[in-house]
């Protein structure tokens, strides 16, 4: 069975700092995808950015990076230049893309908060 | 990006009745549906995944009489808490899928059961 664990239940950040949160995942698939949600206080789910196993590049959107890798089977989020906007729980979840159910796994959780 | 409405946003019933939610694809046709429940501060649970026209598959410990699913168009899904108790409340979150791609979140429905 897939799991997907977020180790880091809390943390905070001064604005304009970089902050990366940490996210492992167990799978023995080869086809998957990855991705990071963001909830803020609205408890909207947003996605920030996804990752398809097969590419090795690392994925970005705008002050959002990964850091995948493979091998370790982690994936790591990067915010660059932090923003107020940026607290919230963010999410790292894991799909298989070979059942293509859809299916989202969830880790546990990071709640960030970014400080002024 | 694509648009899932959720509806009600907030619910209050009381316990012994039963209590409907929506959720729409306003803009794409999901052939797959998920609910998903989450307490305060913790992660979202997955409780059934929704396929249109036919039945609904329960993930393990989910009660399938106490969490009616139904995914009667390629566009709405429901799911109904029957006779609910006050450890039913809860905010419950519902995804849906295009044919493939990532899955596009409804806004959640906190249900208090007093």
């Known amino acids: 069975a897939q799991t997907v664990t977020q180790s880091q239940p809390e943390m905070s950040v001064q604005e304009a700092e970089t902050v990366t949160l940490s996210c492992t995942y167990d799978t023995s698939e080869n086809n998957y995808y990855l991705f990071w949600y963001k909830q803020p206080p609205s408890r909207q789910m947003i996605l920030v950015i996804r990752q398809e196993a097969y590419k090795q590049q690392n994925a970005t959107e705008n002050r959002f990076s990964v850091n995948f890798q493979k091998a370790a089977k982690s994936f790591s989020l990067k915010i660059s230049d932090s923003q107020l906007g940026d607290t919230a729980m963010y999410f790292c979840?894991?799909?298989?893309?070979?059942?293509?159910?859809?299916?989202?796994?969830f880790g546990q959780g990071t709640t960030l908060q970014v400080k002024p | 990006g694509a648009v899932v409405s959720q509806h009600p946003s907030r619910v209050i019933c009381k316990s012994g009745t039963s209590v409907k939610i929506e959720c729409r694809s306003l803009d794409f046709q999901a052939t797959t549906m998920f609910w998903y429940r989450q307490f305060p501060k913790q992660s979202l649970m997955l409780m059934a995944t929704?396929?249109?026209?036919?039945?609904?598959?329960?993930e393990q410990g989910v009660e399938k009489d106490k969490f009616l699913i139904n995914h009667a168009s390629l566009t709405l899904s429901t799911l109904t808490v029957t006779s609910a108790h006050p450890e039913d409340s809860s905010f419950y979150i519902c995804s849906a899928r295009k044919a493939w791609g990532e899955a596009f979140f409804g806004q959640g429905t906190r249900l208090t059961v007093v």
């Open positions: 929704s396929n249109e026209g036919s039945k609904a598959t329960y």
């Open positions: 979840a894991f799909t298989d893309g070979s059942s293509n159910t859809g299916k989202l796994i």
